[in-house]
């Protein structure tokens, strides 16, 4: 969850900027402060002057912070939450425990609930999900790191486009191309395994993969961190490479789709380990196997069917599984259950098993390689 510590500022749910500082840290002539602070907001909105904040009320007060949209069920949640006497209604000292207690109700409110309505759920029924997941996206630090893989993706392209005078990009004989894709016929220059993610041919090819990537990393940096997201997308980067050499091993390859699909099956790694903090678990997690389902049966097809297809699909199903297993080792696990330890365990082992193979496999058989190009 997007905690802030105490010595970051912060913008209350109701007033301006100040440092958020816990009761039991607060001096006496702090707490008076905060409590004539607090008072005058509930004043404000008290417009009836009966001393007591109705769900009317409240609802108006929080409406006022920009958030139009808030749903009915949050409110009344929040009044429940609050009204310790069970009255329909909040006295002064209710609302300034509220606002003192439950102040990252209303920083989630601001990052959650204005952007989309969404229902309200039942905090007593252990059997749905929490919602914890959703509420632990932050933007700070900015998730940008799929935005600066994506720019240096571009700069290359644009560079390849201007020296090989190919306004369509489908070259392989510019300057970044020429260096950094994946040629089997060089496979000792280790860093092509990696660096063909930066080479795209065609526009569609680019614009495709920049789109996923940006969509689908985002959305996993907002919670889990820019370097752990960085990890899956460069284990399946790497992934790709290594199953395509071993399995391919007359394949050129160019393009970040074993990233791209590392970061698909991620989705559905961090949908299983955070099952229960997940709100529409079920959803996203349909729509993601959908998605891999579909593109594996189109994959099966064209290698049966169409000879001449030039897409790197054992790229994809590598990056895939590496997403999967990477995805479950690094991304964050909300509440760790027993069973989910054992099965990072067997996924951090199984990854590794994987690599080590490969390239084991990669030094001990060369005649797997060099005799295709004789």
Known sequence: MAYMNNHQQMQTPMGGPHEAIPLQRMTTREEATERQRIRDIFDKYDRNGTGLLSIQELRRMINSRRCPDLPRGFVNKLMKTADQNNDGHLDFEEFYQMSREHEYLFKNMCV????????????????????????????????????????????????????????????TNGPMATLFIYNPQLRQQAWRFVTYMFVHIGFMHIVMNLLVQIFLGVALELVHCWWRVALVYLAGVLAGSMGTSIFSPKVFLAGA?????????????????????????????????????????????????????????????????????????????????????????????????????GVMFHILNPNHFYPTFA
């Open 112 to 171: 959650r609930y204005c952007k989309l309505v969404v229902p309200s759920r039942n905090p007593a029924a252990v059997d749905e999900p929490d919602g914890e997941y959703e509420r632990s996206m932050t933007f700070c630090p900015p998730p940008l790191t799929m935005v600066v893989f994506s720019i240096v993706e571009i700069i290359f392209f644009v560079i390849d486009i201007i020296e090989t005078n190919n306004q369509l990009g489908t070259s």
């Open 257 to 357: 789709s074993g990233g791209v699909y590392a970061l698909i099956t991620a989705h559905i790694a961090t949908i299983i380990m955070n099952w229960s903090q997940m709100e529409y678990a079920v959803v996203q997690l349909f729509v993601f196997l959908v998605f891999c389902i579909t593109d594996l049966s189109t994959s099966i097809y064209n290698s049966i069917y169409d000879p001449f297809d030039k897409v790197g699909y054992i790229a994809h199903a590598s990056g895939a599984i590496a997403g999967f297993l990477v995805g479950i080792g690094v991304l964050r696990n909300l509440r760790v259950n027993p069973w989910e330890r054992k099965l990072w365990w067997c996924a951090v082992t199984i990854y590794f098993l994987l690599m080590g193979a």
